[in-house]
């Protein structure tokens, strides 16, 4: 390049670094000082459960972590059993020859675990609330965990 031109081109070039620069140097800012993102989703029944019990009555709270300890085995498993269900349906529908049944028990089988599960811990949950204080379970009645993101669009016609 002769040196006229490279004149000609050295202050689009200065505009041109200048505005990447720019651009990264406030994507950085952008995220300094910024909380992590929330976890997908909304907490699971041990985060609701510490949740709950941390708006109770001390002696209240004492009662409800008791049935949260007694249960942690209980509530590990119905979420291996949630974590496991995408690869057992996967599995069922690569299946050849394809055996809708097998599908089915799938669900089935799931739905059985963690129906029996669930029960386990609510009986535990009812032992430890007719163990409080009738405060705890005013309390407990009032308890609303917090939403995770806005509102979902209201069930389209036909939901039952």
């Known amino acids: 390049m002769t040196r006229t031109t490279l004149r000609r081109w050295m202050p689009v070039a200065l505009m041109l670094s200048l505005a990447v620069n720019f651009f990264f140097a406030g994507l950085a800012v952008s995220h300094v000082g910024r909380p ?13 459960l510490q949740r709950l019990a941390e708006t109770l009555p001390p002696d209240d709270a ?5 049935a949260l300890d007694a249960n942690r ?4 498993a119905e979420h291996d059993v ?11 529908l690569l299946a050849e020859p394809f055996d809708p049944k097998a599908l089915l028990a799938v669900f089935e089988t799931t739905d059985q675990q963690e129906r029996a ?4 811990v609510q009986a535990s949950l009812a032992e430890a609330a007719a163990a409080m204080s009738p405060e705890g379970r005013r309390r407990m009645a009032e308890f609303r965990p ?6 979902g669009p209201p069930p389209g016609p036909g939901f039952r």
């Open 36 to 48: 992590p993102p929330p976890p997908h989703g909304p907490p699971g029944p041990e985060g609701f």
């Open 62 to 66: 004492v009662i409800l972590r008791r």
């Open 73 to 76: 085995a209980t509530m590990q």
């Open 82 to 92: 949630r974590e496991s269900f995408p690869q057992r349906i996967r599995a069922a």
């Open 117 to 120: 599960l669930r029960q386990r």
């Open 146 to 151: 917090p939403r995770h993101g806005p509102p």
